[in-house]
């Protein structure tokens, strides 16, 4: 009784996410009323779910602090216009020309980085070099596409291959071997169909503003050292995390402290009406809280749902009904669309164990990829589709309409890539 009703209410907040638009209701209404009354309900009918709550609180905060960190950072470095070091360099009038190299970059970087921290940045960068919204609207389908694809491969991309890299699951260069392909043809489906859609359509760039708020310039040095210090705070996550075993958001929050001295070092001289804008105190208030808070609200929705079993029984179901890994582990991909793939992922880590699959198996790989990348079918169904749907205020159907399609097609073209080699 209790799970069908938690089922049920889930479904209701989620279809009224969908219909944020026709509702005309902020998506982070439906999250947290959802979220409060799964956990009321949970708590009515078991009693103490304190410690599951607290369990739960924990990972997504983790969550929260490492997006809030990552956007303020990107915050910072677009005040002080340092996305130009790379728009600067990008001189393409082409629409088609500029897709695969965003999308190639957005590919590689997600792996170094990590998707949604790569996602933040390219969509920064994109603004600066598209003016027309309907084509940026495209490029940010496809940056999550990439961004998932890139972060599937690499045990630092994605925090589902890393959980299955910390869990030895699997093993970082058999990873890199295994799902490389699989997720570069993820990602060379939806740019191909994108590219002929938008085939000799030319680029219409923003309009250039060269005076920065409040009339003052930055210079050259100042741009120069905010960027490079913002993007080498954000590398260095993973090998912060590598090294000292501390969750990301310990280190994106280490390197925000730093970002922070350097900018009052460098603008110690200037009035205060000149540098407030440029300050991380004026970047925080710039972030979009309501994405942050709708996050908050999805991730406990559906931590209900994985500590009452729910998850966890779907994916013993597909193991009774279809048998075969492969089609199940696909499944657990187009799942991984609608609701998250962290508690996905973890439910199979329960449900296989290593002594009978050990690491680097087939089961394991291709795990890392469908979780990685089936996320993309769905703008929320990542969190590098839900940045993007907060930063360009995408709407759901418009992605539904527009880039599912492309971006499902990918995923059976990985996937059966992935099977052929395997």
Known sequence: MMEALLVAIFVVAYAAIAFEHPLKVNKSVPALIGAGTLWTVYAMYVGDVGGHLNETLSGTAQIVFFLMGAMTIVEVIDAHDGFDVITDKIKTTKVTTLLWLVGLVTFFLSAVLDNLTTTIVMISVVRKLLGDREDRLFFAGIIIIAANAGGAWSPIGDVTTTMLWIGGQITALAIIEGVFLA????????????????????????????????????????????????????????????VTH????????????????????????????EKEHLTLASALQRIDMASLVFFIGILLAVATLEHTHILA??????????????????IFGLVSAIVDNVPMVAAAMGMYPLEQYPADSFIWEFMAYAAGTGGSILIIGSAAGVAAMGIEKIEFFWYVKKISLLALLGYIGGALVYIATH
Request: aromatic share 10%; with cysteine.
């Open 246 to 273: 501390l969750p990301p958001f310990m280190g994106i929050l280490f390197g925000l402290g730093f970002l922070w001295l350097a900018g009052e070092v460098i603008h110690r001289n200037k009035p205060d009406e």
């Open 183 to 242: 997720s570069l043809v993820n990602l060379l489906i939806p740019l191909a169909v994108v590219s002929y859609i938008n085939r000799g359509k030319l680029v219409s760039p923003p309009s250039k503003v060269e005076i920065t708020e409040g009339g003052y310039r930055n210079s050259v040095m100042e741009r120069n050292i905010m960027f490079y210090a913002g993007i080498g705070i954000l590398c260095a996550v993973p090998v912060f995390k590598t």
């Open 313 to 330: 029984g779907l994916a013993h179901w597909l193991d009774q009904t279809v048998g075969s890994q492969s089609l199940i582990v696909f």
